[in-house]
């Protein structure tokens, strides 16, 4: 493997990472979103635009994430030179980019799940344990986002040959031959 495979593979990885954290950040900014607009101060236009900002600023953030970080990581590594002094180095591996990729994805999904579960667990039992109507229960928002984010997490690490291929397609035709015409 090159160092410039080496750098794909990393920074994807890192992309992909802050995608699905973006992903599962979505529930809870269209649940911020609700209760800001149940505000006394929801007839103010400055409040609700300052509302709508707070929804729309992370959403382009997590959409330019995914644009530049997994999809054009040639810009990225152009634009910061990191293969600059490093041309000779290889790393050998014997895997196809793609399946290390697709490792990557199904790590990132497991980890997710896996961070998921105590949390959905903790607030699943102090829902139960708290004898609250579902609708009136502090506890619903966190057990909401908890089985979003195992179900995010699980949906990632068991479909990571679709996410892998989405990404591969999205890459471009040019990035993904080259990448995958290497053998770790």
């Known amino acids: 493997m090159t160092i ?15 995608v699905i954290h973006g992903i599962m950040s979505v529930p809870s900014l269209i649940i911020s979103a609700l209760v800001a ?7 103010s236009a400055v409040f609700i635009g300052i509302e709508a900002l707070y929804f729309i600023i992370p959403v382009l953030f997590y959409l330019l994430v995914l644009r530049f970080l997994v999809l054009k990581t040639q810009n990225i590594i152009n634009l910061l030179k990191l293969e600059k002094g490093l041309e000779e180095t290889r790393i050998d591996i014997t895997l196809p980019y793609h399946k290390v990729l697709r490792i990557v994805i199904i790590l ?4 997710v799940l896996v961070t998921a579960i105590p949390n959905l667990v903790e607030n699943l039992y102090s829902f139960i344990t708290e ?9 619903a928002t966190s057990l ?16 990571s040959d679709i996410v892998q291929r989405y990404i591969n397609k999205k890459s471009g035709d040019a990035e993904s031959k080259q990448l995958d015409k290497e053998e770790f």
């Open 37 to 43: 607009y149940e505000s006394p101060y929801a007839d």
């Open 144 to 159: 909401i986002i908890g089985v979003i984010q195992s179900i995010v997490g699980f949906l990632v690490m068991t479909n």
């Open 131 to 139: 004898d609250r109507p579902f609708n009136s229960s502090p506890r």
């Open 4 to 18: 410039r495979t080496f750098w794909h593979l990393i920074i994807k990885t890192i992309g992909i990472w802050t």
């Open 108 to 111: 990132i999904g497991g980890i």
